[in-house]
């Protein structure tokens, strides 16, 4: 998306402004073609389930059409709420400044859409205790209801979206200004994770992968979908506040197209299996059909950055009415296509043919060798989003500086990239491959995560690079990105995570409460268990390591001689975990790791033991690596004071080192006074190198 032509149009033309869209029509944009393209795609691929024998349970018709309708109105109904949130957001100068006008009526649509949205997400769960119980709705119980919510995952996950989607219907008759809104859009995100946790994503071979890729792929097409509601139906009689919001939403709808396209690629290698499929399957001809459109939606949006500049002034108002209404309902159909695809059987089938394949997401690996630990590859979600995001953010901050003809040090460049390159390892390559079957590799890995790639990361510093390259306001009086993101480094959420007890603290309990607690055995039993505690030793460590030796500018930076006893006095926690875990009986996670069966190394007590010696022999690396950055950052502000004194001194003829010596003379011609003849006068001082 792009701002449209924001000059006025003559006097004379026969063409009227544009008016947005009535709800109305845009509940026809909406709902018509997303139900033609899911029911065809359903109906072609064999997602309709057919009528069960006679004599066996069947959950009956209401069931099994109502629950993949109730599943697309549900992702609908999300987007026009992360629509509506997005207007305040896109329209507004300022993040305290009050929501009013089209912004407020907007904000008035979210408190009707999210009540509706959560009478739709109830009745997911009811049809989905259906479909899974194979019992007709009018014969569920509460108490039938009650128990799939408390001792499933699918009813689970599915309670906690009902109680997110309520907390938006309730926060956001609430949100009074910018700052506000942008939280309760966060619930509203957040509301849509559990429906990607229960689908084909979390069934499917590589599941970490697949969950990853399908909440990237999610979040992207709803916020650009809901970007484009914005401004067709929200603004689309607002021709000034529509190209403010037009010009906002631009870059963030292009990296949205990115994320999906990407994205979707990677969530639909891991279910088709092989290409053949994908013109062999139902749902292979499914994915063929998303692609095409997601093609239609990009020549759309490519039309509405070049073709509306180009037209007349007369008809550009109608052409952007137009296309905008035409990128909604390819939207829309691209979303029945995902709801009917995650109704549709997937080629692979049932990927697991063993325990440990199902707690793996995939084959058990062989022995590893010096060979395998070096090129072996698993395609981590969580890793190909650090690695793959990571380097696209740098790149973009460092062509934006390039572009204005700023410099950037080149070992800081060097720096990130090789902070990434030890992600990629740790998560996508051999080490990621087995940190999954053995302890050892594991805690290798952890180590690498905590305290090597957040060393190199934060040298890299993300974060002055991001206030160098980000836009500042667009509008006169207004707040940018680059604004935004300083007032956040100076808020108190920063400064009390950034604080140096805090940010230690953080660094050193979680590592004990981790692996002592018996939940390092719970989280690798779960599917994404061993993808958030990577998360999480990544952002411990990163935020450990900014207090030290970054530059970011929050608002408690320790000296440097205070940030080496910090070290010395952290660090050693570090060693004693180690000798801890050397000794450790039973094996910490012994019962995960007694399920893989594993046909080597299996004295897990012996593999516990070599990874407490790892990280014990790790553990001085980046204490040397800090120590030296600590040290040079040290004396490269000693370096810059020097030459900004002598640069002051030359300026001002040495006006400091004549009053220093004027006051040592005054000092001496006192103590002279008081001593009598044997007073003497206290020589001037030399001025200091």
């Known amino acids: 998306m792009t701002p449209p032509t924001t000059t006025e149009p003559a006097a004379n033309t026969r063409d009227t402004p544009a008016r947005?869209?009535?709800?109305?029509?845009?509940?026809?944009?909406?709902?018509?073609?997303?139900?033609?393209?899911?029911?065809?795609?359903?109906?072609?691929?064999?997602?309709?389930?057919?009528a069960a024998p006679v004599g066996l349970p069947d959950p009956g018709r209401v069931t099994t059409l109502?629950?993949?309708?109730?599943?697309?109105?549900?992702?609908?109904?999300?987007?026009?709420?992360?629509?509506?949130?997005?207007?305040?957001?896109?329209?507004?100068?300022?993040?305290?400044?009050?929501?009013?006008?089209?912004?407020?009526?907007?904000?008035?649509?979210?408190?009707?859409?999210?009540?509706?949205?959560?009478?739709?997400?109830?009745?997911?769960?009811?049809?989905?205790?259906?479909?899974?119980?194979?019992?007709?709705?009018?014969?569920?119980?509460?108490?039938?209801?009650?128990?799939?919510?408390?001792?499933?995952?699918?009813?689970?996950?599915?309670?906690?979206?009902?109680?997110?989607?309520?907390?938006?219907?309730?926060?956001?008759?609430?949100?009074?200004?910018?700052?506000?809104?942008?939280?309760v859009l966060g619930l509203a995100l957040a509301a849509v994770v559990p429906a990607v946790l229960t689908g084909h994503a979390a069934s499917s071979g590589s599941h970490d992968t697949a969950v990853v890729s399908m909440l990237v792929h999610v979040w992207g097409v709803v916020i650009w979908m809901g970007g484009v509601v914005a401004l067709a139906w929200h603004l689309g009689s607002d021709d000034e506040r529509r190209a403010l919001a037009a010009r906002r939403f631009s870059p963030l709808a292009a990296w949205c197209f990115a994320l999906v396209g990407l994205s979707g690629a990677l969530n639909a290698a891991v279910r088709l299996g092989s290409w053949s499929a994908l013109v062999t399957t139902g749902y292979g001809a499914g994915v063929v059909a998303k692609v095409l459109v997601l093609v239609a939606v990009g020549l759309v949006a490519a039309r509405l950055r070049s073709g509306v500049r180009a037209s007349s002034e007369a008809t550009g108002r109608g052409v952007l009415a137009r296309l905008l209404a035409l990128e909604v309902?390819?939207?829309?159909?691209?979303?029945?296509?995902?709801?009917?695809?995650?109704?549709?059987?997937?080629?692979?089938?049932?990927?697991?043919?063993?325990?440990?394949?199902?707690?793996?997401?995939?084959?058990?690996?062989?022995?590893?060798?010096?060979?395998?630990?070096?090129?072996?590859?698993?395609?981590?979600?969580?890793?190909?989003?650090?690695?793959?995001?990571?380097?696209?953010l740098y790149l973009r901050g460092l062509l934006r500086l390039r572009q204005r003809g700023d410099r950037w040090p080149v070992g800081r460049t060097v720096a990130w990239f090789a902070g990434l390159a030890t992600v990629g390892y740790v998560t996508i390559g051999g080490l990621g491959v087995y940190s999954h079957v053995a302890f050892s590799a594991h805690m290798t890995a952890h180590m690498a995560l905590s305290?090597?790639?957040?060393?190199?990361?934060?040298?890299?510093?993300?974060?002055?690079?991001?206030?160098?390259?980000?836009?500042?306001?667009?509008?006169?009086?207004?707040?940018?990105?680059?604004?935004?993101?300083?007032?956040?480094?100076?808020?108190?959420?920063?400064?009390?995570?950034?604080?140096?007890?805090?940010?230690?603290?953080?660094?050193?309990?979680?590592?004990?409460?981790?692996?002592?607690?018996?939940?390092?055995?719970?989280?690798?039993?779960?599917?994404?268990?061993?993808?958030?505690?990577?998360?999480?030793?990544?952002?411990?460590?990163?935020?450990?390591?900014?207090?030290?030796?970054?530059?970011?500018?929050?608002?408690?930076?320790?000296?440097?001689?205070?940030r080496l006893g910090l070290l010395i006095v952290v660090m050693p926690f570090h060693a004693f975990f180690s000798i801890a875990m050397m000794n450790t009986e039973p094996p910490v996670g012994g019962e995960f790791y007694a399920l893989l069966d594993r046909p080597w190394a299996s004295d897990?007590?012996?593999?516990?033991?070599?990874?407490?010696?790892?990280?014990?022999?790790?553990?001085?690396?980046?204490?040397?690596?800090?120590?030296?950055?600590?040290?040079?950052?040290?004396?490269?502000?000693?370096?810059?004071?020097?030459?900004?004194?002598?640069?002051?001194?030359?300026r001002d003829d040495d006006a400091e080192l004549r009053a220093y010596n004027e006051r040592l003379a005054a000092i001496a011609g006192r103590d002279a006074g008081d001593a009598g003849p044997r007073g003497q006068r206290a020589e001037p001082a030399e001025r200091p190198d």
Do not use: C
């Open 20 to 50: 947005g869209l009535t709800g109305s029509r845009l509940a026809l944009l909406v709902l018509l073609p997303a139900l033609v393209a899911g029911g065809v795609l359903l109906a072609l691929a064999g997602g309709v389930p057919a």
């Open 66 to 183: 109502g629950l993949p309708l109730a599943g697309l109105l549900d992702q609908l109904l999300a987007v026009l709420v992360v629509g509506s949130l997005l207007v305040p957001l896109l329209t507004m100068r300022r993040p305290d400044e009050e929501v009013r006008g089209r912004a407020f009526k907007a904000l008035w649509t979210v408190r009707r859409l999210a009540l509706a949205w959560v009478v739709v997400t109830a009745a997911v769960i009811v049809l989905t205790v259906s479909d899974q119980f194979a019992v007709p709705v009018w014969q569920l119980t509460p108490d039938l209801v009650g128990q799939v919510i408390g001792q499933s995952d699918l009813g689970l996950a599915l309670f906690v979206q009902l109680l997110l989607v309520t907390t938006v219907a309730v926060a956001s008759r609430w949100a009074l200004k910018a700052r506000e809104v942008g939280a």
């Open 329 to 392: 309902a390819v939207l829309s159909a691209a979303i029945g296509l995902g709801v009917a695809l995650s109704r549709t059987p997937t080629p692979v089938g049932e990927p697991y043919t063993s325990a440990a394949e199902s707690l793996l997401g995939g084959p058990l690996p062989p022995a590893p060798t010096l060979g395998r630990l070096l090129w072996s590859f698993t395609p981590s979600g969580v890793g190909l989003v650090v690695v793959g995001l990571g380097a696209a």
């Open 451 to 562: 305290m090597l790639a957040p060393i190199l990361l934060v040298v890299g510093a993300p974060v002055t690079l991001a206030l160098r390259a980000l836009p500042g306001p667009d509008v006169p009086g207004g707040v940018g990105p680059r604004q935004m993101l300083a007032a956040l480094l100076r808020s108190r959420f920063v400064a009390f995570w950034a604080h140096p007890l805090v940010a230690s603290l953080l660094f050193v309990v979680s590592l004990y409460g981790v692996y002592f607690s018996g939940l390092f055995g719970a989280l690798m039993m779960n599917h994404l268990g061993h993808a958030l505690m990577e998360v999480h030793f990544l952002l411990t460590g990163y935020l450990f390591f900014e207090v030290l030796i970054g530059d970011a500018p929050i608002p408690r930076r320790l000296p440097h001689l205070a």
């Open 604 to 650: 897990l007590s012996a593999d516990q033991y070599l990874g407490g010696s790892i990280a014990w022999g790790l553990g001085e690396v980046p204490i040397v690596m800090v120590v030296i950055v600590v040290l040079f950052q040290w004396f490269r502000q000693d370096r810059t004071r020097a030459a900004r004194a002598d640069a002051r001194a030359d």
